[in-house]
């Protein structure tokens, strides 16, 4: 059988190389060592020296002068002495270099494939990935396109041309992004989280507003379903912060109310048709000269800090104000050092803002406590939400007619109580108590406080 | 010599010389014919010294060679089939085709392996002596070398360490006269290697490396001294390679075809054939036979090799780890307790190298100043005077050399702790890790182990500086074949020392030198803690943290503070980087859908990263904000305090990450 002759690798990555001449004529003797060939490498030409020995048989398809060779190729033969010399590589080359071969086929897979990848690609019109994302938003098919850039590629200016004109809710509706995590929840609550208004960084839909949403009702069924308002949706996150962010405690106390009772008589009897305080505006003024004492509990959470505002001004002061749309919190300036018609005088106007939905943002802003009313309601005590970044919020019941017991006799007075949530983690349980108890003594005296005070 | 032990020494050479001559020149042809995947280095011309020096060596004597090894391994007792097989990739080659020609693997027959890189060979060879030493066996271990390896640290570094221990190790240099393509006379500035031995206080000597007879002789004296505990030597043989650095390279831009020939006049093999005949101790008959009968056995090596199946490729990542279990009885408690006696991280690990030490002869300790001083953080303190300068070995400030040593070390049979101090200091030895010590097993198919700790200290504080404080375990944990441990408590750090030192792989432990005389709860009784199983540190709902050693403390000290807004943390210590418990960090996000990973170390390819990167991955749906990682600065450690602080995160930095992330 004769020996095969075949390109070596010359260094370790060259995979052909350029056959240059043989060195040795069809029919020479060969031995081994004798340079049979010479074979041009990533660095230089070489002489290529045999291996075996035997007569050199060049047949009619060896590579020509010039020629690029692959690294394992059979290119020519050594028989021995009178043995017939293969005529052709391709004939006798399977079987003599089967193995020199054999490490080429993933090579060959890869060539097969590329043609039919590049194919694929080509029916697909090219595009960065922000403008695909852009496309997708608008709902514009990118094959319609005739692209722009370089090479036909699609522009965003291209998208945004085609689609000018409808974009209409189509861009509102997925441009919304929700977590991975919120989507799982979606999908295994059958929720619809595109139709949620996110909590997260920039509107991102989380989880937690998956969660607070309501599956999508049946038609069978028969409830309605309520679109979730943005006012709504504002009071929710704001009341699941708070609950989140502090640590709130109420506390409540009993009180008399009689002498506030017949002070707001009195004042109802000197104004004569003119603006009348209400019990609230009565007790925000009172509960502005009890924070005085007690400044903490008018703390602001801002940031890492608590902001203590200063007491001669800054103590703005929120009132809770049931409207249709839900719970809003206007604050009213300088509750400290304005009199208690000009406080009333606020708070009516703030009210009929409220109800009318034309508060202004600032008008919500700076408060350093809430006053939240519930006793028309015929509450007496409850546990209201702190208004974030506020400390504290007062909860004020009905004012009721008791018997009580008054120098070991049973005589009727006017009867409230008071229910006070604030921030533990900022405020201790007996500094709490004793502000309440500050602004239950304030309550149960209220001419000699508002006497006391110079506003 | 009388007549017949004559004849009998020179068939004895001729036949080893005549193995390894066919056997290349046959791989010189399969290597043109496709059957050699890789890179093919031959000895032909050179087959003198192997053949030589390793008829002197017994079955347990163990040789460490270099990428020109072939010859070295057939010597030893390398099956040519087994050779021929590797080279061709097959599943019966003498490293299961996960070596080739540089990486030839025969433990069975003391063949300790060739290699891709030059010099670590010598430092093995000390390793095998100082573990024959260690364990009081008369064994030898040689180093082969060319001319190339001798102007390299690693000689310099290992024949001093063999000097001053006394090793019974051969250092056989054979000057072939070029370092690749580069001439030694170019290349040394004394270019006599022999005369090198004096520097290093051992005898050195030049012997020619064509004259079998010659180099029988020197290296019979060599290895009887080993063996009587006189120490090292150093054999430098000249001679000259007479095929191309490696097969299909030219040859002739550095050296003359003229050259070459009149070297392959001084072919070893006919040199000592004519001189036997005319001596008349063999005759020329009896030589053929040996001819024939060797043409014989490596045709049959390459029709074996030729038929023997390929490796399977499901198989590729077999043997990066040891898959033997670790040989410990000890109990794994991976959970660690609530109370009980309270311990420093320092002696907690100290505490587990003594139980170990008494349980294991093998066990050996290396570093500066780990001996009588006791060791810089006091690793060792009172081990010496139990245990001796043998098992407690102070060395030179030659991180390479005793990190290169250890492996070989380990692969004869020993277990060494190497106690780096800082573990900045060991990047000298960084080759040795990465290249060697990583890498035995798996190139031997794990027959080989490699049971090494590598132990020092990391992190930022105190003004260290930039010398004595990096973090590295993102760079060793890119690595296979190693475990790398960064514990924070010092019960983690006792139940995973012991591990380590129960374990076949090697161990990269490094210790947060600002958390060492932290306190915590360590039990009285033994027990170990599996490698790849994180610690919950501290349950929560809200956001899962992944940190490391001191950051996993400075973590825990917000952890209060934030649960008083509202968020509940999830604290997890990996404890080991590599393996990495991906799983229970999943688990955890699973359940709070936020993730923040704080780590010291720098952030490119780094450890949060990975954390990162697998968690987006696999946990995808379950999160609920983006993954935030808080990295050290990228920058080199600062001396100055302010600068210091600056660069590492602080407490106040991961707690506001965290409520940033709570708002995500």
Same mark, same amino acid.
């Given at each position: 059988?004769?020996?095969?002759?075949?390109?070596?690798?010359?260094?370790?990555?060259?995979?052909?190389?350029?056959?240059? &001449?043989?060195?040795?004529?069809?029919?020479?003797?060969?031995?081994?060592?004798?340079?049979?060939?010479?074979?041009?490498?990533?660095?230089?030409?070489?002489?290529?020296?045999?291996?075996?020995?035997?007569?050199?048989?060049?047949?009619?398809?060896?590579?020509?002068?010039?020629?690029?060779?692959?690294?394992?190729?059979?290119?020519?033969?050594?028989?021995?002495?009178?043995?017939?010399?293969?005529?052709?590589?391709?004939?006798?080359?399977?079987?003599?270099?089967?193995?020199?071969?054999?490490?080429?086929?993933?090579?060959?897979?890869?060539?097969?494939?590329?043609?039919?990848?590049?194919?694929?690609?080509?029916?697909?019109?090219?595009?960065?990935?922000?403008?695909?994302?852009?496309?997708?938003?608008?709902?514009?098919?990118?094959?319609?396109?005739?692209?722009?850039?370089?090479?036909?590629?699609?522009?965003?200016?291209?998208?945004?041309?085609?689609?000018?004109?409808?974009?209409?809710?189509?861009?509102?509706?997925?441009?919304?992004?929700?977590?991975?995590?919120?989507?799982?929840?979606?999908?295994?609550?059958?929720?619809?989280?595109?139709?949620?208004?996110?909590?997260?960084?920039?509107?991102?839909?989380?989880?937690?507003?998956?969660?607070?949403?309501?599956?999508?009702?049946?038609?069978?069924?028969?409830?309605?379903?309520?679109?979730?308002?943005?006012?709504?949706?504002?009071?929710?996150?704001?009341?699941?912060?708070?609950?989140?962010?502090?640590?709130?405690?109420?506390?409540?106390?009993?009180?008399?109310?009689?002498?506030?009772?017949?002070?707001?008589?009195?004042?109802?009897?000197?104004?004569?048709?003119?603006?009348?305080?209400?019990?609230?505006?009565?007790?925000?003024?009172?509960?502005?000269?009890?924070? &005085?004492?007690?400044?903490?509990?008018?703390?602001?959470?801002?940031?890492?800090?608590?902001?203590?505002?200063?007491?001669?001004?800054?103590?703005?002061?929120?009132?809770?104000?049931?409207?249709?749309?839900?719970?809003?919190?206007?604050?009213?300036?300088?509750?400290?050092?304005?009199?208690?018609?000009?406080?009333?005088?606020?708070?009516?106007?703030?009210?009929?803002?409220?109800?009318?939905?034309?508060?202004?943002?600032?008008?919500?802003?700076?408060?350093?406590?809430?006053?939240?009313?519930?006793?028309?309601?015929?509450?007496?005590?409850?546990?209201?939400?702190?208004?974030?970044?506020?400390?504290?919020?007062?909860?004020?019941?009905?004012?009721?007619?008791?018997?009580?017991?008054?120098?070991?006799?049973?005589?009727?007075?006017?009867?409230?109580?008071?229910?006070?949530?604030?921030?533990?983690?900022?405020?201790?349980?007996?500094?709490?108590?004793?502000?309440?108890?500050?602004?239950?003594?304030?309550?149960?005296?209220?001419?000699?406080?508002?006497?006391?005070?110079?506003? | 010599?009388?007549?017949?032990?004559?004849?009998?020494?020179?068939?004895?050479?001729?036949? $080893?010389?005549?193995?390894?001559?066919?056997?290349?020149?046959?791989?010189?042809?399969?290597?043109?014919?496709?059957?050699?995947?890789?890179?093919?280095?031959?000895?032909?011309?050179?087959?003198?010294?192997?053949?030589?020096?390793?008829?002197?060596?017994?079955?347990?004597?163990?040789?460490?060679?270099?990428?020109?090894?072939?010859?070295?391994?057939?010597? $030893?007792?390398?099956?040519?089939?087994?050779?021929?097989?590797?080279?061709?990739?097959?599943?019966?080659?003498?490293?299961?085709?996960?070596?080739?020609?540089?990486?030839?693997?025969?433990?069975?027959?003391?063949?300790?392996?060739?290699?891709?890189?030059?010099?670590?060979?010598?430092?093995?060879?000390?390793?095998?002596?100082?573990?024959?030493?260690?364990? $009081?066996?008369?064994?030898?271990?040689?180093?082969?070398?060319?001319?190339?390896?001798?102007?390299?640290?690693?000689?310099?570094?290992?024949?001093?360490?063999?000097?001053?221990?006394?090793?019974?190790?051969?250092?056989?240099?054979?000057?072939?006269?070029?370092?690749?393509?580069?001439?030694?006379?170019?290349?040394?500035?004394?270019?006599?290697?022999?005369?090198?031995?004096?520097?290093?206080?051992?005898?050195?000597?030049?012997?020619?490396?064509?004259?079998?007879?010659?180099?029988?002789?020197?290296?019979?004296?060599?290895?009887?001294?080993?063996?009587?505990?006189?120490?090292?030597?150093?054999?430098?043989?000249?001679?000259?390679?007479?095929?191309?650095?490696?097969?299909?390279?030219?040859?002739?831009?550095?050296?003359?075809?003229?050259?070459?020939?009149?070297?392959?006049?001084?072919?070893?093999?006919?040199?000592?054939?004519?001189?036997?005949?005319?001596?008349?101790?063999?005759?020329?008959?009896?030589?053929?036979?040996?001819?024939?009968?060797?043409?014989?056995?490596?045709?049959?090596?390459?029709?074996?090799?030729?038929?023997?199946?390929?490796?399977?490729?499901?198989?590729?990542?077999?043997?990066?780890?040891?898959?033997?279990?670790?040989?410990?009885?000890?109990?794994?408690?991976?959970?660690?307790?609530?109370?009980?006696?309270?311990?420093?991280?320092?002696?907690?690990?100290?505490?587990?190298?003594?139980?170990?030490?008494?349980?294991?002869?093998?066990?050996?300790?290396?570093?500066?100043?780990?001996?009588?001083?006791?060791?810089?953080?006091?690793?060792?303190?009172?081990?010496?005077?139990?245990?001796?300068?043998?098992?407690?070995?102070?060395?030179?400030?030659?991180?390479?050399?005793?990190?290169?040593?250890?492996?070989?070390?380990?692969?004869?049979?020993?277990?060494?702790?190497?106690?780096?101090?800082?573990?900045?200091?060991?990047?000298?030895?960084?080759?040795?890790?990465?290249?060697?010590?990583?890498?035995?097993?798996?190139?031997?198919?794990?027959?080989?182990?490699?049971?090494?700790?590598?132990?020092?200290?990391?992190?930022?504080?105190?003004?260290?500086?930039?010398?004595?404080?990096?973090?590295?375990?993102?760079?060793?944990?890119?690595?296979?074949?190693?475990?790398?441990?960064?514990?924070?408590?010092?019960?983690?750090?006792?139940?995973?020392?012991?591990?380590?030192?129960?374990?076949?792989?090697?161990?990269?432990?490094?210790?947060?030198?600002?958390?060492?005389?932290?306190?915590?709860?360590?039990?009285?009784?033994?027990?170990?803690?599996?490698?790849?199983?994180?610690?919950?540190?501290?349950?929560?709902?809200?956001?899962?943290?992944?940190?490391?050693?001191?950051?996993?403390?400075?973590?825990?000290?917000?952890?209060?503070?934030?649960?008083?807004?509202?968020?509940?943390?999830?604290?997890?210590?990996?404890?080991?980087?590599?393996?990495?418990?991906?799983?229970?960090?999943?688990?955890?996000?699973?359940?709070?859908?936020?993730?923040?990973?704080?780590?010291?170390?720098?952030?490119?390819?780094?450890?949060?990263?990975?954390?990162?990167?697998?968690?987006?991955?696999?946990?995808?749906?379950?999160?609920?904000?983006?993954?935030?990682?808080?990295?050290?600065?990228?920058?080199?450690?600062?001396?100055?305090?302010?600068?210091?602080?600056?660069?590492?995160?602080?407490?106040?930095?991961?707690?506001?990450?965290?409520?940033?992330?709570?708002?995500?």
């Amino acid at each position: 059988m004769p020996f095969s002759i075949t390109i070596p690798r010359l260094g370790w990555s060259m995979e052909e190389g350029t056959f240059v &001449r043989w060195l040795k004529k069809d029919g020479d003797v060969v031995r081994p060592g004798d340079a049979v060939f010479e074979l041009e490498g990533e660095k230089a030409a070489q002489d290529i020296e045999a291996v075996d020995s035997g007569i050199l048989s060049i047949p009619i398809d060896a590579p020509k002068p010039g020629s690029v060779v692959a690294v394992g190729a059979v290119i020519g033969f050594l028989v021995a002495d009178g043995e017939a010399p293969p005529n052709a590589i391709k004939a006798n080359s399977s079987a003599s270099s089967s193995t020199a071969m054999s490490h080429a086929p993933s090579a060959a897979a890869i060539v097969e494939t590329t043609p039919s990848r590049l194919a694929e690609r080509e029916q697909a019109p090219a595009a960065a990935p922000s403008v695909r994302r852009l496309a997708r938003e608008r709902g514009v098919s990118l094959a319609s396109l005739e692209g722009s850039g370089p090479s036909g590629r699609i522009m965003a200016d291209d998208v945004r041309t085609t689609s000018t004109g409808k974009v209409t809710s189509m861009q509102t509706y997925s441009a919304k992004v929700a977590s991975p995590r919120a989507r799982r929840v979606a999908n295994e609550l059958g929720i619809d989280w595109r139709r949620l208004q996110g909590t997260g960084r920039d509107g991102r839909v989380r989880e937690r507003d998956v969660r607070m949403a309501k599956p999508q009702s049946h038609s069978s069924s028969g409830s309605t379903v309520v679109p979730v308002s943005s006012r709504r949706r504002t009071i929710a996150n704001r009341m699941i912060s708070s609950r989140e962010q502090t640590a709130p405690v109420t506390i409540t106390t009993h009180i008399d109310a009689t002498n506030l009772v017949g002070l707001r008589a009195q004042f109802k009897q000197a104004a004569s048709g003119s603006l009348i305080p209400s019990y609230s505006d009565i007790i925000m003024k009172l509960v502005s000269l009890a924070l &005085r004492q007690h400044p903490l509990l008018a703390a602001r959470s801002e940031g890492d800090q608590w902001v203590i505002p200063s007491m001669s001004d800054g103590l703005h002061i929120g009132l809770a104000v049931d409207t249709e749309g839900g719970l809003v919190v206007p604050v009213v300036r300088d509750v400290g050092s304005i009199g208690l018609f000009e406080l009333a005088k606020q708070t009516v106007a703030l009210i009929e803002k409220s109800r009318a939905g034309t508060l202004g943002v600032s008008e919500m802003q700076e408060g350093v406590f809430t006053i939240t009313n519930l006793g028309s309601f015929g509450i007496d005590a409850f546990t209201p939400i702190i208004n974030l970044p506020e400390t504290a919020v007062l909860g004020l019941g009905r004012i009721r007619r008791e018997p009580v017991v008054v120098d070991d006799k049973i005589v009727a007075r006017d009867q409230l109580t008071l229910s006070l949530t604030f921030d533990h983690r900022i405020v201790d349980g007996a500094p709490a108590a004793k502000f309440l108890q500050t602004v239950s003594q304030a309550i149960e005296n209220p001419s000699a406080w508002l006497l006391r005070s110079d506003g | 010599m009388t007549n017949q032990d004559m004849a009998k020494t020179c068939l004895g050479l001729y036949r $080893k010389m005549q193995v390894i001559r066919q056997t290349e020149e046959e791989l010189a042809r399969c290597h043109q014919r496709g059957l050699i995947h890789g890179a093919c280095h031959t000895y032909v011309g050179e087959e003198a010294i192997a053949s030589a020096v390793c008829s002197h060596l017994r079955t347990e004597d163990v040789v460490f060679s270099t990428h020109r090894g072939h010859g070295h391994a057939l010597a $030893k007792g390398l099956p040519p089939k087994e050779l021929m097989a590797e080279l061709f990739g097959r599943q019966t080659g003498c490293s299961r085709g996960r070596g080739g020609s540089m990486h030839l693997f025969s433990p069975e027959v003391g063949m300790m392996g060739t290699s891709g890189i030059v010099g670590p060979c010598i430092l093995q060879a000390c390793g095998g002596g100082y573990s024959f030493k260690l364990m $009081k066996t008369d064994n030898v271990a040689v180093a082969f070398f060319g001319d190339g390896a001798v102007n390299n640290g690693a000689f310099h570094e290992g024949l001093n360490m063999a000097s001053i221990w006394k090793l019974p190790v051969l250092f056989v240099c054979e000057n072939n006269q070029f370092a690749t393509e580069v001439p030694f006379a170019y290349s040394a500035g004394n270019p006599s290697v022999g005369s090198r031995g004096i520097a290093y206080g051992m005898p050195g000597l030049t012997v020619d490396g064509n004259d079998a007879l010659e180099l029988h002789r020197v290296a019979s004296e060599a290895v009887a001294k080993a063996r009587a505990g006189g120490g090292p030597t150093l054999i430098e043989c000249v001679t000259y390679r007479t095929r191309a650095h490696a097969e299909g390279m030219g040859d002739f831009t550095y050296r003359t075809r003229e050259d070459v020939e009149e070297w392959k006049k001084r072919c070893p093999i006919q040199r000592l054939r004519t001189r036997a005949i005319e001596h008349g101790a063999v005759t020329a008959a009896e030589f053929d036979a040996v001819d024939h009968e060797i043409k014989g056995l490596v045709d049959e090596a390459r029709k074996f090799a030729e038929s023997s199946p390929w490796p399977e490729a499901a198989s590729a990542t077999q043997f990066a780890y040891s898959e033997e279990p670790v040989s410990s009885k000890v109990p794994v408690q991976n959970h660690k307790p609530t109370s009980g006696r309270e311990i420093t991280m320092t002696q907690a690990t100290h505490e587990a190298l003594s139980e170990e030490m008494a349980k294991n002869p093998g066990i050996f300790v290396m570093g500066e100043g780990i001996g009588q001083r006791g060791g810089n953080f006091k690793t060792t303190t009172g081990l010496f005077d139990l245990y001796g300068p043998a098992r407690l070995c102070d060395t030179p400030i030659c991180e390479r050399g005793f990190v290169g040593l250890a492996c070989g070390a380990g692969m004869t049979g020993t277990r060494p702790v190497i106690d780096f101090m800082f573990a900045d200091f060991v990047l000298d030895s960084v080759g040795e890790i990465v290249n060697q010590i990583a890498k035995i097993q798996y190139m031997s198919s794990g027959r080989l182990k490699m049971p090494v700790l590598l132990r020092g200290c990391i992190g930022i504080g105190h003004s260290a500086a930039t010398h004595h404080s990096g973090n590295y375990y993102a760079m060793y944990a890119q690595i296979p074949g190693l475990t790398v441990v960064v514990p924070s408590s010092p019960y983690d750090a006792k139940g995973l020392f012991k591990r380590a030192l129960n374990s076949n792989d090697p161990v990269i432990f490094l210790e947060h030198r600002e958390i060492l005389s932290v306190k915590g709860p360590v039990p009285e009784t033994e027990y170990e803690i599996e490698f790849g199983k994180a610690a919950i540190v501290r349950p929560g709902r809200d956001v899962t943290v992944v940190a490391l050693a001191r950051m996993v403390h400075l973590t825990l000290s917000v952890c209060d503070e934030l649960e008083k807004e509202g968020i509940s943390v999830e604290l997890v210590d990996p404890r080991t980087v590599l393996p990495l418990d991906i799983e229970t960090i999943l688990q955890s996000v699973k359940k709070t859908g936020r993730l923040l990973v704080v780590d010291e170390g720098f952030a490119p390819c780094g450890f949060a990263v990975d954390v990162a990167a697998q968690v987006a991955d696999r946990g995808f749906n379950d999160l609920d904000a983006p993954i935030k990682r808080i990295n050290g600065a990228f920058t080199p450690t600062p001396y100055s305090p302010p600068l210091e602080q600056a660069v590492v995160p602080q407490a106040e930095t991961i707690s506001r990450a965290i409520r940033e992330l709570m708002r995500e």
